[in-house]
């Protein structure tokens, strides 16, 4: 049982370039989201799915971009990284009660932006 | 503006002892708690959670209590064991809310 896999795991981009982070989870879950961690601010999340096809921003989406056109993944897209990117982001899902259902996390990414 | 704060960046405690750390919350519609549990490299893991319907909810050597007239919570570890060494964030959601928001964390540095 895979749960939350998230890829890549360390990333180094350069200002101004693009890329994507892969999240898939092998738990039917409904719910899937974004967080960055950052020293001092805990985790914020970036955006998040509450099923196929439907996303909504989180508390710090400016700069991010997603979609969700299965159950199984949720990628988050950086069109223009800057190094205010730079961050540890956790892919999370949750079952569709998510209110009271605990998150299940990735192991992360790290994103270094220069 | 932070909705879930936690003052406390670290705590130590010395093994055997009870580890306290502390939540405050200002959003009143927040109606459930959770506390997750981080490891260096790794995502977070749930810990124990607390509807706001309770004050108190317990787990092991793990409980959380739950003063919503202060908006405040907390997580007692007893006793605690250098495995509990670790980032420790607290977390709320409210109902018919599709986010849960964290708190900054607190380190816990637990001496054998």
């Known amino acids: 049982n895979a749960g939350v896999t998230q890829t890549p795991k360390f990333q180094v981009l350069k200002t101004g370039q693009s890329m994507t982070l892969q999240c898939a989870q092998d738990m039917n879950h409904e719910y899937m989201s974004w967080y960055r961690q950052d020293p001092g601010m805990g985790l914020r999340l970036i955006h998040y799915?509450?099923?196929?096809?439907?996303?909504d921003q989180g508390e710090v989406p400016n700069g991010y971009n997603v979609s969700r056109s299965t159950t199984e993944d949720f990628p988050l897209r950086l069109l223009s990284a800057a190094p205010s990117q730079t961050s540890v982001y956790f892919c999370a899902s949750s079952i569709r009660d998510y209110h009271t259902g605990e998150l299940f996390f990735g192991e992360g990414s790290r994103l270094t932006v220069l | 503006d932070q909705q879930v704060k936690q003052n406390s960046p670290s705590l130590s405690v010395q093994e055997g002892r009870i580890s306290i750390l502390n939540c405050d919350y200002t959003n009143s519609m927040f109606d459930y708690f959770l506390w997750y549990k981080k490891y260096p490299a790794e995502g977070p893991t749930f810990l124990i959670s607390i509807s706001s319907i309770k004050d108190k909810n317990e787990d092991g050597r793990f409980t959380v209590f739950l003063n919503k007239s202060a908006k405040h919570l907390s997580l007692h570890i007893v006793p605690s064991q250098p495995g509990d060494s670790a980032v420790y964030f607290c977390a709320a959601s409210e109902t018919g809310g599709f986010k849960t928001i964290f708190g900054a964390g607190t380190r816990l540095f637990v001496k054998a």
């Open positions: 799915s509450v099923g196929a096809g439907i996303t």
